[in-house]
């Protein structure tokens, strides 16, 4: 087995869960509700190790993955549903594909409400109003209401890196650079 194979595998899984999720959250008008849990569950992700280790690692048994992750999911006060996928996740040894699962879901909550994502990476972070003002410009060009999931890397310089489906503007000094660099080879 490759290692796309893998990821093929583990994508497939992680549809499927949040689909099944999803369907259970619109059944139960819950939509929201759901969108703040996978908002509380990235930001647990992203600040706690121990937390990502539980979920990645086969050295906890079902058992202890189970038990964690019930504890932790209701401590966030997360819907029934979610606890109950996360549950069933850890039984099944499949809590690996939480994160794949959570963008799937952000994907189809999207799909849902006629909103695009843009990923928008920029040198210093973005305040509200230029947030909402880029959200602005991107929806006259989109068609659709944007939603802004911001990161900075100060390795940029300035400018921004603006991804909307397969489509990305780069306008970042950092490559502005890059270009200058590699025209300046082509004359010397």
């Known amino acids: 087995m ?13 549809d499927r869960y949040a689909t099944a999720v999803f369907d259970l959250a619109k059944e139960g ?24 280790d539980l979920i990645h690692s086969p050295v906890y048994s079902r058992d202890a993955q189970s038990n964690a992750i ?11 549903t979610m606890q109950n996928v996360l549950a069933l996740m850890a039984s099944k040894r ?19 409400k006629g909103e695009v994502t843009a ?3 920029s040198a210093v972070k973005l305040t509200a109003a230029q947030s909402k003002e880029l959200a602005n410009t991107l ?15 100060e390795s940029l310089i300035g400018g921004l ?23 300046m080879k082509e004359v010397g």
């Open 29 to 52: 008008k819950e939509l929201d509700k759901l969108e703040a849990n996978l908002d509380d569950l990235s930001a647990a992700l992203a600040s706690s190790p121990e937390l990502t």
């Open 94 to 112: 499949r809590l690996f594909v939480l994160p794949q699962m959570i963008n799937r879901l952000r994907d189809q909550i999207a799909e849902e």
């Open 2 to 14: 490759d290692v796309s194979e893998s990821a093929s595998i583990s994508s497939g899984i992680a």
């Open 161 to 183: 890196v603006v991804k909307v489906g397969s489509k990305m503007i780069d306008t970042s000094i950092r490559s502005k650079l890059n270009s200058l660099q590699n025209a």
């Open 139 to 153: 929806k006259t060009k989109v068609g659709k209401d944007v939603k802004i999931n911001a990161t900075v890397d």
């Open 119 to 121: 990923d928008v990476v």
């Open 70 to 80: 019930t504890a932790v999911a209701a401590k966030m006060g997360l819907t029934k």
